[in-house]
């Protein structure tokens, strides 16, 4: 049974920082490639960073230089670091684990950037 559970979610005020938690089970974590996606309130979900197994990085342009993905393969666990936050950086935030031919999320957690 795979299972992906994000966590470290919360209210902050702009400017402020949060780091995200993605604990996998049930899968060769090592071999994925991890990502985390947002969807705000009206919008679609949209890819935030990836990390690949060899740890090769891809951020989305509004969170360039705000954000970091990183990956611990013995915790099997996947972070995103978020520097910066903006009010439009408000959104339930996804983790996914990705293998070719498979695929899986996790159910999300709650950031809101808000004075």
């Known amino acids: 049974q795979v299972q992906l559970v994000e966590s470290g979610g919360g209210l902050v005020q702009p400017g402020g920082s949060l780091r995200l938690s993605c604990a996998a089970s049930?899968?060769?974590?090592?071999?994925?490639?991890m990502g985390w996606y947002r969807q705000a309130p009206g919008k679609q979900r949209e890819l935030v960073a990836t990390?690949?197994?060899?740890?090769?990085?891809n951020f989305a342009d509004s969170v360039k230089g705000r954000f970091a993905i990183s990956r611990d393969n013995a915790k099997n666990t996947a972070y995103l670091q978020m520097n910066s936050l903006k009010q439009e950086d408000t959104a339930v935030y996804y983790c996914?684990?990705?293998?070719?031919?498979?695929?899986?999320w996790g159910q999300g957690t709650q950031v809101t950037v808000s004075s």
């Open positions: 049930g899968i060769a974590f090592s071999a994925y490639s």
């Open positions: 996914n684990a990705r293998l070719v031919g498979q695929g899986y």
């Open positions: 990390i690949s197994p060899s740890s090769r990085t």
